[in-house]
Nanobody, 124 residues
């Protein structure tokens, strides 16, 4: 089992940037596919970006493509979400998730391990 802890959230003005981090512990992080999801008030949790175990394959939702980038540092057991050109509609609690696999996954139901979330608020 892997434990995940997100950090880096906060309040930022529209057009600004934030970098979220998700630190993993407990198992060999490099064997895990990772993803970022978000949940806005009153809405369902949705996919943001995903990355495979080596970091060689990434993909993001259309709503954030060109603005958000997912990356990982297996030596530090950490996955990152670089968020640029932030918009008020990006306001949400952001969660990282992990799955012991060499694949890449985009669905909430495919990830058994989750962090507690970090709040991102974008003001207009």
């Amino acid at each position: 089992q892997v434990q995940l802890v997100e950090s880096g959230g906060g309040l930022v003005q529209a057009g600004g940037s934030l970098r979220l981090s998700c630190a993993a512990s407990g198992r060999t992080f490099s064997n895990y596919a990772m993803g970022w999801f978000r949940q806005a008030p009153g809405k369902e949790r949705e996919f943001v970006c995903a990355i495979n175990y080596r970091g060689s394959i990434t993909n993001c939702a259309d709503s954030v493509k060109g603005r958000f980038t997912i990356s990982r540092d297996n030596a530090k057991s950490t996955v990152y979400l670089q968020m640029n050109s932030l918009k008020p509609e990006d306001t949400a609690v952001y969660y990282c998730a992990g799955k012991l696999s060499t694949g890449i996954y985009y669905s909430i139901n495919q990830y058994p391990y989750w962090g507690q979330g970090t709040q991102v608020t974008v003001s207009s």
